[in-house]
């Protein structure tokens, strides 16, 4: 019987990754009752491997320009706007999801407003995913490394809408939870149900990335003193560069 959920993927060039993705949604012990893909202005074969590759009912929305600052929160509350029963399952294309991704954390949803999958990366992957995926055997000492990194969950979708939905933000999946809590809603990470990223990691990609994170986590309002010490524990020394170029930008337009 399927699970009473909507599955978005939100994608943007991700032929590399999205057949692999969605495969693992269709293999699900319950299926979703629908899956939207949003294929975000995408210039590689993402739409025609996702077309031949979803099933009848699903949604495919090609988005050819964005309205938000921050496309990927867009993505997701287009989503969120099209989604149907009582859950949206957040799944990234480029996110490998175990067979009882759905049916364990759907498990959940009388008591937690969202609920994660412990996302790690794929060490198949080269020699930098295998450095990272050992260094994240450290999250049993570090808790802090277990924050969800939003890929793969699954939310309330009437939370959602008490909410406002998804916001223009750098970061909306921990935006999400922010909020969530705000209204005293409980959200939670199941450390029993691993996903892994299936992205190639490179040098020219962290470094980007963790400086937008650390964008983020200032846009978010995280002090200062946190995201030293995240900077420092999990070392990722340009997540901190990232956070005090945003303050600087933040001065700037106050001045």
Not at 35 to 48: F, K, N, S
Not at 85 to 113: H, K
Not at 217 to 237: D, N, Q
Request: with cysteine.
């Amino acid at each position: 019987m399927p699970v009473n959920a909507t599955v978005v993927v939100c994608a943007h060039n991700e032929e590399a990754c999205i057949r692999e993705a969605l495969e693992a949604i269709l293999k699900q012990s319950t299926p979703p009752i629908l899956i939207i893909l949003v294929a975000d202005r995408c210039t590689d074969r993402t739409v025609q491997i996702s077309r031949a590759l979803l099933p009848k009912g699903s949604i495919l929305l090609e988005k050819g320009r964005s309205l938000w600052k921050n496309s990927y929160a867009e993505n997701l509350e287009i989503g969120r706007r099209n989604a149907i029963g009582e859950l949206l399952a957040i799944i990234d294309a480029d996110i490998l999801v175990p067979p009882r991704f759905l049916e364990r954390l759907s498990a959940f949803y009388d008591g937690w407003a969202s609920v994660s999958a412990l996302v790690r990366t794929d060490p198949r992957r080269g020699w930098l995913n295998k450095l990272v995926s050992f260094w994240e055997r450290s999250y049993v000492l570090t808790p802090m490394g277990k924050e969800a990194r939003g890929g793969a969950r699954i939310v309330s979708l009437k939370a959602l809408g008490d909410i406002g939905g998804f916001q223009d933000v750098m970061a909306p999946d921990t935006d999400l939870d922010i909020r969530l809590r705000q209204r005293g809603l409980r959200v939670r990470i199941d450390p029993g149900l691993v996903a892994l990223h299936l992205r190639r990691m490179s040098l020219a990609r962290s470094i980007p990335y963790q400086i937008k994170a650390g964008r983020a986590r200032r846009e978010l309002g995280v002090s200062s003193r946190r995201t030293l010490a995240h900077s420092i524990v999990r070392v990722r020394p340009f997540v901190l560069y990232g956070y005090l170029r945003e303050s600087l930008r933040d001065r700037v337009r106050g001045d």
